[in-house]
């Protein structure tokens, strides 16, 4: 019965290639995120979406992009890997952006070898 | 430019204790304010939130104080337990400005001795 769910966890894929990670929330929310946490620990919004429009697109590469085939679901497709990719990524929802609080996923460790 | 920073990466307490973590923020524009809990392997999990209007929010154990004129927030738990010992990371948000983007600090490891 998770809320937010991600898959794969774990991810090793090599340089040059084209991966996904996909998320599902079963919460009912509006607004659904895409935070890269790096090697300094920092968790950095990457993308969110409301309604399936894009509201936000943080300055990451144009490799990165986001596609919501439905309220429930957000997925992140990477294409042409590149080592400084590595990271973990996770999935969040919310009811509505900014005064409510966002759930998160339990995160995909992706490493590029 | 870290608009919102942690400056203790860790802190250890007794059990039975009280836990003090602190935020401090540079964005006047940031109007609401959240706390996090994350366990290894596992994605961030909600703890207590507090909006710019109020100046302290209590739920359990767990109290979040805000002084709007220091830019500064704390987390307060009491009495610490074993099973607080987590990564706890202060997030705050520009509602106003229709933007949806938390920014979070860097997170304050704690470990609650038993």
């Known amino acids: 019965d998770t809320a937010v769910s991600q898959t794969p966890k774990y991810l090793v894929t090599q340089m040059g290639n084209d991966k996904s990670i996909k998320c599902e929330q079963n919460?009912?929310?509006?607004?659904m995120y895409w935070y890269k946490q790096d090697s300094k620990k920092f968790l950095k919004i990457m993308f969110s979406?409301?309604?399936?429009?894009?509201?936000i697109n943080e300055t990451v590469p144009n490799r990165f992009s986001p596609k919501s085939p439905d309220k429930a679901h957000l997925n992140l497709h990477i294409n042409s890997l590149e080592l400084g990719d590595s990271a973990v990524y996770f999935c969040a929802s919310s009811q509505d952006g900014g005064d409510y609080e966002q759930y998160f996923g339990p995160g995909t460790r992706l490493t590029v070898t | 430019d870290q608009q919102v920073k942690q400056n203790s990466p860790s802190l250890s307490v007794q059990e039975g204790r009280i836990s003090i973590l602190n935020c401090d923020y540079t964005n006047s524009m940031f109007d609401y304010f959240l706390w996090y809990k994350k366990y290894p392997a596992e994605g961030p999990t909600f703890l207590i939130s507090?909006?710019?209007?109020?100046d302290k929010n209590e739920d359990g154990r767990f109290t979040v104080f805000l002084n709007k004129s220091a830019k500064h927030l704390s987390l307060h738990i009491v009495p610490s337990q074993p099973g607080d010992s987590a990564v706890y990371f202060c997030a705050a948000s520009a509602s106003g400005a229709g933007s949806y983007q938390l920014t979070f600090g860097k997170g304050t490891k704690l470990s609650v001795i038993p």
């Open positions: 919460l009912g929310h509006d607004t």
């Open positions: 507090i909006s710019s209007i109020k």
């Open positions: 979406y409301n309604n399936k429009e894009l509201i």
